[in-house]
Each structure stands twice: as C-alpha cells, then as structure tokens.
C-alpha cells in the first residue's frame, strides 16, 4: 500500500495580506484600492478560465509495468472523487485498488493486500470510502468490504464472505443511517451457470453484519427457473433495498429471461415482493440498472428476441414503493433495437435514460440515444442522438446537475477491438450542449466505468484506457461543465 497527500493553499494567505496592507502609510492606500478590486476579479476570471466541455486534467494509475483500470467511481462530500478496480503490483500480482481525488488531483491511491478486484466504491456522508471487492476469483471467490477514512486511512475490512462457489461484489451504496448495502452474485448451486445466484450484504458501521446475509434462488420456487442474475441496486429513503436483474429459465433455447425487480426490508433483509416484465411483442427482457427517487422506482434495460426473429425495444418500467407497476414504455423505431444502461429521475418524476440504437443495414450501426421521459412514460419530452463517421456510439452512463442539464458518458467506436471514452451534456431542453473524445496513448479499447458530477462546475469520467506501450491504466477525467 502507498498514500500520496498534497497541500493546497488557501485564499488565507491572501486575506492576510490585504489586512497588512491597509494598515500600511496613506501613500499605499490608492495601491491598496487597486488591489482589493483587482483581486476577487483575478479570482473570479480564474474560476472562468475554462470553456464549457474543456478537459482540465486527465489524472492515471498504473505505469507500463504496472497496469492498472478503473472499474467504479463515486462522488463524496466536499468535491472528492474516488474511483476503484485493480492494480498489478509486483509478484503480488493483481490487487484490489482504489483512489481519492478532488478537483486539484489525486489526495492518495491504495491497494488491498489479496488477489482480485475492487468492483463498486461509495462514499458516507463523513466523507469515509467503502470499497467492495472480490478477492481469489481464480479459486473461490469472496466478497470483501474495506473502509477507508477521508485522508486514507484504513478503518477495517470485514470478514471474507463466501455462499457457494465464486461469490462476486457488484455494486455497493450507503443508506442513510450510515449502513454498508452490497449487492453480489454467485454460481448456481444447480450447476446451471455462472453468476446466477444473488447475495445481499448489509454491514453496520463498524463493518459486522446486519443481519444475515439475504439470498435469492427462484430455483424450485418459481417454475422452470434456472436462476437470478442481478444487476443493480437502490435504497429508499425508508431503508428499503430494491435490486434489478433478470430471471433466467428452462424453457426455449438458449434459456429465456425475463426483466425482475425484488425488494427486500432495509430492517432484516427479508424479501417483501418480486415483479417479473412479460415484453409486449418479444419474449425476453433484462434490466440494467434501477433508480430510486422518492416514492418512485424506476428500472431501465431492453426486450429482445433471442432467437433473432424480431427486433426488441429500450424498456423503462415504473413502480410506487410496494413495488407495484405503475407505467410501462418500451421504446424504438421502427428496423431499429433499441436497449438503455442508466438512468436518473428528477424531483418532478420525469425520467431520463440513456444507451443505444442499433439501425440495421449495411454492417448495422449503432447510435448513442440520450431521453427525457414525463413521469407517466407516455411520451419521450426529448431526445438526443449521436451518431459518429464510424457509426457506432453507446451511452452507457448519465447524470443531471440542479439546473437541469443531462450528462452521458459512453463509448465511440470503429470496431470490436477499438473504443474512445465519449462525454456529452444536454441542456434542459435536449439542445446537446457539447461532445468530447478521448482516447489512451495506445490503440485498443479505452472504456467508461461511470460518471459523477463535482459540487460545482465538474464533471468526473472515470475507466480503463490503453497506454502508449500497450499497458492498461485507470484513468480520471475532469471535465468543465
């Protein structure tokens, strides 16, 4: 493990030296006039200096003979940032890491001494980091969770959990008591697959367990069911946790799916209802990701037809707290699949999402979409498209600031093996406000693990990228709004 720590001036220093100077002789005051206007003008133009869409840094972990990627990112208090994947260090190998930023750079960077990953990051609202790993995915997989302070310091790491085979960390967030929630996967206990058993983690703050960990296997319970693939998870405002996935089952071939949602009590982990999406016109669907927002909950994914007779379409799906349905949309155009990754909900209930389009001809395309859907999913408000020489482009992640801007990151790219991090903001409106690229020094596929608005005028991208000698880093992005 190592810590970086810098030391940033403040504008102390500055005030000081005004005071000094008004106490000064009378034949300075006309200096010290000048001064206290030219001053806050200097700071202001300072906090002007950057162009809307401007890339202010791009910050890395990793060398060229330490590869590094970046594979979750989150927002904390006071501006912080903090991104987490791995890092090859050494004979060690390949290590759990994690890293602290703020808008002037990197505050410190830590690796976990055991092999494997860091899957998700979040932040309390002390400022303390909570990083969700896997660790010895080669042999039987745990899932681990490590606190770190606001200036780096490790807190603890709870006991290595394993259900079965291969227990994997996905995705981790804070309630708002300060309770640890982490959603995970495991092999099936049938031997039907990977990842299709769910684990539902809750720690306290000291980092013992809650309860007792929540399990999901439909298998026997729900009939043809082979498992439950999960994919995202949401906490209410009441401590209720709401967790995305698909169903996966028998009949048809390969296995169909089918979109689900389950709640669980925030108090003992107990699994209070399930909802499964039948599509309209197709037979499969998935969700992606799920989002919670008052007393509205929201997922987002696709339908589609795995036998690859008929087009599917983007699905949102809506729901009151007791995880009844409130409004269905399944949207595309028509000769086109359409699918959404993410998406966020504003204080009025109107629901943006975003991912991407896929237009049949020659070869097929794909064109990132970007929409604002009214709370009743009736009507798209809006929509944003983006469809580059290369004619393919995804938006994979979004967030909206107070003033109603929309802001997508994704990928554009020429072919399989080739991808640039895109970046785009939409005003209120849908007006795309500004696009940026940007690529690693090398050549191969440089790939977006999230994106998070600063406190005031920053926009954070976060992922892998491929450096100059082919080595792969974690790369930080901070952008100008």
């Keep these: 493990m190592h810590i970086v720590r810098t030391h940033l001036p403040t504008l102390g220093v500055v005030r000081g030296a005004e005071r000094r100077a008004v106490r000064r002789a ?3 005051a006309a200096l010290t006039v000048v001064l206290a206007v030219l001053i806050p003008l200097l700071l202001a133009s300072e906090s002007r200096a950057y162009a809307p869409g401007q890339l202010i840094w791009a910050k890395h972990v990793g060398s060229s003979t330490s590869d590094a990627g970046a594979l979750a990112v989150a927002h904390g208090p006071n501006g912080a940032v903090a991104i987490a994947g791995y890092q090859v ?9 994690v890293a602290k930023y703020t808008a002037a750079g990197r505050k410190w960077v830590m690796t976990y001494a055991a092999s494997g990953h860091a899957s998700a990051v979040t932040f309390d609202r002390a400022g303390n980091v909570y990083v969700a790993a896997t660790i010895n995915p080669d042999t039987n997989g745990d899932i681990v969770v490590i606190k770190y302070n606001a200036a780096g310091d490790w807190q603890w790491t709870t006991a290595p ?9 996905q995705v981790i967030t804070v309630d708002k008591s300060g309770n640890v929630i982490v959603l995970g996967s495991s092999d099936s206990r049938h031997g039907y697959g990977r990842d299709l058993d769910m684990t539902l983690l809750k720690y306290d703050a000291s980092g013992a367990l809650a309860w007792p960990a929540a399990h999901y296997d439909p298998v026997g319970a729900v009939p043809d069911a082979l498992g439950f693939r999960p994919s995202d998870v949401a906490v209410a405002g009441t401590g209720d946790i709401y967790v995305s996935g698909w169903m996966c089952y028998l009949s048809g071939w390969p296995a169909t799916l089918s ?35 008052g007393s509205a909950v929201v997922a987002v ?54 991912g991407k389009q896929w237009v049949s ?20 408000l809006w929509k944003g498209t983006y469809l580059p020489k290369s004619r393919h482009a995804e938006g994979l992640y979004i967030a909206r600031d107070g003033a109603g801007a929309v802001f997508v990151s994704g990928v554009k790219s020429t072919s399989d093996t080739t991808g640039d991090f895109l970046t785009m903001k939409y005003g209120p409106s849908g007006t795309r406000k500004w696009l940026k690229i940007w690529a690693g020094a ?16 920053d926009v954070f991208v976060a992922g892998e990228a491929v450096a100059a000698l082919g080595s792969r880093q974690a790369a930080l992005l901070r952008y100008q709004r």
């Design 442 to 457: 090398g050549s191969g596929i440089d790939m977006p693990c999230g994106l998070v608005l600063g406190v005031k005028s």
């Design 259 to 293: 979109g689900t949602v389950l709640k669980f009590a925030g108090t003992d982990g107990f699994r209070l209802a399930r909802w499964t999406y039948k599509p309209l016109g197709v037979p499969d669907s998935q969700f992606h990701d799920i989002a919670v927002r």
């Design 26 to 28: 009378p034949r300075r």
């Design 161 to 169: 959990y394993d259900f079965g085979t291969h227990d994997r960390a």
């Design 301 to 354: 994914g696709e339908t589609y037809d795995h036998e690859g007779v008929s087009f599917g379409d983007g699905l949102v799906a809506s729901f009151n707290l007791s995880l009844q349905q409130q409004y269905r949309k399944e949207w595309a155009v028509a000769g086109a699949h359409a699918w959404f990754n993410q998406a966020v909900i504003d204080g009025n209930g109107n629901v943006y999402v975003t």
């Design 361 to 380: 001809g020659t070869g097929g395309y794909d064109k990132a979409v970007t929409l604002k859907f009214d709370p009743r999913l009736s009507k798209a």
């Design 89 to 97: 260090i050494g004979p060690a190998g390949q290590l759990p890491m």
